[in-house]
């Protein structure tokens, strides 16, 4: 059975690249808001289990206000994936957890992709995965650099 996995997150943080790393497609990606501006789908073998990988435009918050943040909130909503990667950007944490705290609040499984982490300590900025776990009530964080 196939398992449908939601890349989520603010405009411009690195979802379409990391779509790109996780299956292998080679959507245009641009360092601009709104680059994406319809959910884009590709697949993933782990194993014996097929995944679908779905890159949403990007969104600030589920409370929707562009047809992009329509599209995004509606899929996740509507289709209800397996689980929401929410690809934040480790250099600007506090705009992008408000929509990491709406996906969590809907009850599906989260895991948040802290990217840009490189860009990050390059700035100073020291963020402890474990101590963001915690906050966020447990759920995985895992630190990505979306162009390796």
Do not use: C
Not at 21 to 27: F, P
Request: proline share 4%; charged share 20%.
């Amino acid at each position: 059975m196939t398992k449908t996995i939601a890349l989520a997150g603010n405009p411009n943080v690195g979802k379409s690249t990391l779509f790109n790393a996780l299956t292998g497609s080679h959507q245009h990606v641009g360092n601009w808001p709104g680059k994406t501006v319809e959910k884009k789908e590709g697949r993933l073998q782990i194993g014996d289990q097929e995944i679908l990988v779905v890159d949403l435009p990007g969104t600030y918050s589920l409370t929707a206000y562009s047809i992009e943040e329509i599209i995004a909130r509606d899929y996740i909503v509507n289709n209800k994936p397996d689980a929401v990667v929410a690809v934040v950007n480790a250099s600007n944490l506090d705009r992008n957890l408000y929509l990491v705290t709406q996906l969590i609040e809907l009850g599906i499984p989260v895991i948040v992709a802290l990217n840009m982490t490189d860009v990050a300590r390059r700035r100073g900025i020291a963020i402890s995965l474990k101590g963001l776990s915690e906050r966020l009530g447990g759920i995985p964080v895992v630190e990505t650099v979306g162009n390796r």
